[in-house]
Structures are given as C-alpha cells and as structure tokens.
C-alpha cells in the first residue's frame, strides 16, 4: 500500500498542457516524478509553459495543432523520436464555441468536434505502440484520460451546442475505447470537470461568478489539486481497477443537488 498512488518514473502527455486544466494537470505529474510531454497550438506559450514547469521536474514542450490528421502525425512522429513507450496519455486539448441556436454556423460545429472529439480518437490511435508497449507484462496499467466536462452529462445553460454534443461524445467513446483495450492492460476512463480557473471559463467567471459558485454544492470553484488529484488516481495503482468510467470533479454539481 506504501506506493499506492506513485507515479513517479512514468511517462506523459498531456494535449492542451500548455494552459487551464491541461496545465494543472501537467504539473501535478511533474511534481509527482512523470516525465511529461504537453502540447498546443501556440509554440511560444506551449514552451513557456514546459519552462516553467521544468522547475518542478521533467516537462517538454512539442508544439502541435492536434485539430487536423497532419498535427497528429507530425505530434507522434516528434514523440516517437524521442521515447518508445508511453504510461499515461491525457487527452485534453480542446475549445469552446458560443453562438444562439438560431444563429449557429456550421464552422462552429466542425471545429469544436475535430478538436474536441477526432483528435482524441485519432491521436489515442496513432500513439496505441508506445501505450501497449508500457503496459505490456506489467502488474501495472497503461491509462488513457479523457478530459470530458459536466456539460456532457447535463443540459447546460449557456449556448455551447456543439461543445455540450462533443463532451458527451467523449465520454461515450471513453466506454467504447475502455472494452476494446482492456485486453492490452489499458485503462481508458474520463474526468468531467465542473468549472476551474482557465481561459475558456473566464468569461463566465467575471460575469456570473457569484452564481456558479453559489450552483456548486461545495460553494467553490475547483483548483488544480482537484483534476491533478483525479489524474494521478486514474494513472497509479490505486485505480488499475477502474475503467470505462467518467468521475465527475465538480464540486457536487451533477450528484448533490
């Protein structure tokens, strides 16, 4: 039981680790002792990100844009000359997109679902070598997070259509993929983060931050020990049992209301 949750030694990627959840999420595996690889797609903030957290341990910037079949390729050939073998992959990266029913455009659905959704598939595919490769004979697991949101298991308030249909795509792909590489020693679950301090979320925050708050049972908004929390659970020992599941961290929003 002593090493539990020790993750230390293993290694990450974290897509859309550069800044918001994705970078908390980072620097709870560096500081726990992962080796981790995080990307998007402005090369001087996903760098500055990686310096910063350098402080902390191991963290390596590979720029990409994860939204077209060309960014994934090129993501995995720079990952894959650099290791073999992958521990965890927390597929992260995405974006947000508002507009009124009436007026929705169709470059709204379409870029919220590549990001969102088809990268997360063809990216978890492409890197499906290095993750058998580090699961392979071990009494230890392999672990894919998916970074879905409680606006995939609930209607939301504000006009996100195609970010609300993406997110619940995402946690019913997490079902598919988990019985598919359960035979490989991978686990393959989701976290649903209610709301945390990010760029996506700061708008909402400085105009209706009182009520958010005042929705969360928990009276809070979440910080980074929370989804960094959830993470290193899914990634260590402790949750080599737990797979195809969505945890919601949010405070008690989608349970306790």
Same mark, same amino acid.
């Given at each position: ?29 560096? *500081? ?7 990307? @998007?797609?402005?090369?001087?903030? /996903?760098?500055?990100?990686?310096? *910063?957290? @350098?402080?902390?341990?191991? /963290?390596?910037?590979? &720029? ?5 079949? *060309? ?5 995995? @050939?720079?990952?894959?000359?650099? *290791? ?9 990266? +995405? ?8 007026? %929705? ?13 088809? @990268?997360? %598939? ?11 490769? $580090? ?16 606006? +995939?298991?609930?209607? &939301? ?7 609300? $249909? ?28 209610? &709301? ?11 105009? %209706? ?14 910080? &980074? ?27 008690? %929003?989608?349970? /306790?209301?």
């Amino acid at each position: 039981m002593k090493n539990l949750f020790s993750v230390d030694g293993k290694v990450a990627i974290v897509t859309g680790g550069s800044r918001g959840i994705g970078a908390m999420i980072a620097r709870g595996l560096v *500081e726990n002792g992962v080796k981790t690889y995080i990307t @998007s797609r402005k090369a001087d903030v /996903c760098d500055q990100m990686a310096a *910063e957290l @350098s402080k902390y341990g191991v /963290c390596i910037s590979i &720029p990409a844009d994860l939204s077209s079949m *060309e960014g994934i390729n090129g993501f995995v @050939s720079a990952f894959s000359g650099k *290791e073999q073998t992958l521990d965890i992959l927390v597929n992260n990266a +995405g974006a947000t997109w508002g507009a009124p029913l009436d007026d %929705f455009p169709e470059s709204g659905w379409d870029k919220i679902m590549d990001i969102n959704v088809k @990268s997360i %598939f063809f990216l978890t595919k492409a890197l499906l070598p290095q993750l058998r490769a $580090a699961a392979s004979g071990k009494k230890d697991h392999g672990t894919i997070i998916n970074i879905g949101s409680i606006d +995939g298991l609930h209607a &939301p308030a504000f006009d996100n259509y195609s970010y609300s $249909a993406s997110k619940a795509a995402v946690l019913h792909m997490t079902r598919v993929l988990a019985k598919k590489l359960v035979k490989d020693n991978i686990t393959v679950n989701a976290i649903a983060p209610g &709301p945390f301090e990010s760029k996506m979320m700061a708008a909402f925050l400085s105009s %209706f931050g009182e009520a958010i708050r005042a929705s969360i049972p928990m009276g809070r908004i979440g910080e &980074p020990e929370d989804v960094a929390g959830a993470t290193i659970y899914l990634s260590s020992r402790a949750g080599a049992y737990v797979t195809g599941a969505t945890i919601p961290v949010d405070g008690g %929003f989608i349970n /306790c209301r």
